[in-house]
């Protein structure tokens, strides 16, 4: 049973992630924040459907826990699969905020700069000897790289970000036959940023070939599928998951 790590997994995109790995027959750790709830009841989901997955504690901003919780991923991998490794890391956690260049805080580019890039970063460091010859990465970036969207700015930039240390990612770990790529969701009825009230949802749905927003499940059925070995020669690559958004 190939093992699959995805950070932000109890609500939104990872939690989608989650369920599609799960039913695909992946073992599945999940983290979660501030939410063990959400988390437990992503679990129980998969457990119904004969899935196996677990849940941890990990926040994406603090760097300085990322060996303690590699320990705790050694544990699990150990007590549920009898592994000493895993197979695909899913650096999807993050979170939304809005402000213009002209009034961004540096408290509030720095909070943005630890999860969405430093976080992804340095987590992909700490878990890289538990992942195993073979395996895969996959950065959850966003299409605010591509199109600029007033209020994102730090945001959007992390991603681009995101989307070039994918392809260092590839470069470096090419060696051990462990895939890197990234996905550029576009906008995503979820909780993030507070989610989408209606006048932006029916804006950002004009924008789009396929006359709508998308749902988690658009994201959480490509990224299991990129994980599978249909797609084992897909290396390096910014994948765009939006329905054609401002085309
Ligand atoms: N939704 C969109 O339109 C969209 C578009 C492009 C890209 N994305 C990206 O997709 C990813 C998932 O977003 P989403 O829409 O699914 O958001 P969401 O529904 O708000 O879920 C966010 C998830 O990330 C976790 N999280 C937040 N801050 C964290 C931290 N500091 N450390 C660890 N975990 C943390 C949350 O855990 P707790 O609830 O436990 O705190 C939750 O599981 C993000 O990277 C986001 O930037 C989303």
């Not at 932000?8 to 599609?20: C, D, E, V, W």
């Not at 299409?143 to 994102?152: D, E, L, N, P, Q």
Request: aromatic residues 8%; contains cysteine; charged residues 20%.
């Amino acid at each position: 049973m190939s093992i699959v790590i995805i950070t932000g997994g109890s609500r939104g995109l990872g939690a989608s992630t989650a369920i599609q790995c799960a039913a695909r027959g992946m073992g599945v750790i999940l983290t979660y924040n501030s939410n063990p709830d959400a988390a437990n009841a992503i679990v129980a989901e998969i457990e119904e459907e004969c899935g196996k997955a677990v849940a941890l504690h990990l926040d994406v901003a603090d760097s300085a826990s990322f060996s303690a919780f590699r320990d705790q991923v050694r544990d699990a991998l150990q007590t549920h699969w009898h592994r000493h490794d895993f197979d695909a890391l899913v650096n999807n956690a993050g979170y939304g905020f809005y402000s213009p260049i002209a009034t961004v805080t540096e408290e509030e580019f720095d909070g943005l700069f630890r999860v969405h890039l430093k976080g992804p970063f340095f987590l992909t460091q700490t878990l890289l000897p538990l992942i195993a010859d073979g395996g895969h990465i996959v950065n959850v970036a966003s299409a605010t790289s591509r199109v600029a969207t007033a209020g994102v700015a730090p945001y959007a930039s992390f991603k681009g970000g995101l989307e070039v240390l994918t392809r260092y990612m590839a470069k470096e770990f090419g060696d051990r036959r462990i895939r890197a790529n990234s996905i550029a969701p576009g906008a995503i009825k979820t909780e993030l940023g507070g989610g989408l009230n209606d006048e932006f949802e029916a804006l950002l749905a004009s924008q789009t070939a396929l006359g709508r927003v998308g749902e988690p499940d658009d994201i959480g059925r490509m990224i299991a599928s990129l994980l599978s070995d249909d797609n084992r020669w897909v290396n390096a690559q910014n994948i765009e998951v939006a329905g054609g958004y401002i085309i």
